[in-house]
């Protein structure tokens, strides 16, 4: 049990003359009903149901993903046990590569730049602890990606290599678009996969996506 403050308590602290406090009397509806109990499924940062489940690596303590991808912002360790997480690695499948190429061709919106293309390669494999099924086959990926030959974009390649390093570009999950579970997918870095189409096509013309994506690097502690 957290040592909750109750709200009526302290509002009418000092108790009035001829009452005493009654701490018992003193209520929440609700409170302890609407929340689980801290246990396997309870994120002790929001206090609440675990939302996008993500567990963390050497401890195996489970948070909801925004509120540890937050709370890493400030501090890299397990807010239950203090486990030190200061280079945070992912549940990428292992044995994966990332090769960089360059095209002569235009990206649209960056048309003095030529091309980085990056091919990923995840192989199918068996999950491991903290993956959805532990034991059970995934399917494995190939993706490419695209970022302009600028300034900006080679920073970005170089994050996203560093990400790539710690295991955070991909993780084992169910794919938004096909619906199959025990596949490879994205883990919340989002990548340009066609050089046209603009946003909606995942492609370019899109002006602020070189700081989005910085941004959730950042999130997950690559600066
Ligand atoms: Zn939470
Ligand atoms: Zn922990």
Same mark, same amino acid.
């Given at each position: 049990p957290s040592?909750?403050v ?5 509002m ?6 001829g009452e005493?406090?009654s701490?018992?009397?003193c ?5 302890g ?10 994120c002790?940062i ?8 993500k567990?963390?690596e050497?401890?195996r303590?489970?948070f ?5 991808? !937050?709370?890493f912002q ?10 030190f997480?200061g ?7 292992r044995?994966?590569s990332m090769?960089?190429t ?7 919106g ?10 990923y390669?995840?192989?199918?494999g068996v !999950?491991?602890?903290g993956?959805p099924?532990? =034991?059970? =086959?995934?399917t ?8 302009p ?7 970005v390649?170089?994050?996203?290599q560093?990400?790539?390093? !710690?295991?955070l570009?991909?993780?084992v999950?169910?794919?938004?678009t096909?619906?199959l579970?025990?596949?490879v ?5 989002h990548?340009k ?11 370019y ?8 994506? !910085? ?5 997950k502690g690559?600066?």
């Amino acid at each position: 049990p957290s040592p909750l403050v109750c709200a009526t308590e302290r509002m009418n602290w000092p108790a009035p003359a001829g009452e005493s406090p009654s701490r018992g009397a003193c209520s929440f509806p609700g409170a302890g009903s609407l929340s689980p109990a801290p246990g396997e499924d309870y994120c002790c940062i929001c206090m609440d149901g675990i939302r996008e489940k993500k567990t963390l690596e050497k401890c195996r303590h489970s948070f909801c993903r925004p509120c540890i991808d !937050q709370a890493f912002q400030f501090k890299a360790a397990c807010p239950v046990c203090l486990t030190f997480y200061g280079t945070q690695i992912g549940d990428q499948p292992r044995g994966g590569s990332m090769a960089v190429t360059r095209w002569t061709s235009r990206l649209p919106g960056y048309e003095p730049y030529g091309t980085i293309v990056i091919d990923y390669t995840i192989p199918s494999g068996v !999950q491991e602890r903290g993956h959805p099924n532990p =034991g059970a =086959g995934f399917t494995g990926t190939s993706r490419r990606a695209f970022l302009p030959d600028c300034a900006d974009g080679q920073r970005v390649l170089r994050l996203l290599q560093r990400a790539f390093e !710690q295991r955070l570009t991909f993780t084992v999950g169910t794919s938004a678009t096909t619906g199959l579970s025990n596949v490879v997918v994205w883990n919340d870095v989002h990548h340009k996969t066609s050089t046209h189409g603009g946003p909606q096509g995942f492609g370019y013309p899109d002006p602020g996506y070189l700081l989005r994506v !910085q941004e959730e690097l950042r999130l997950k502690g690559i600066t």
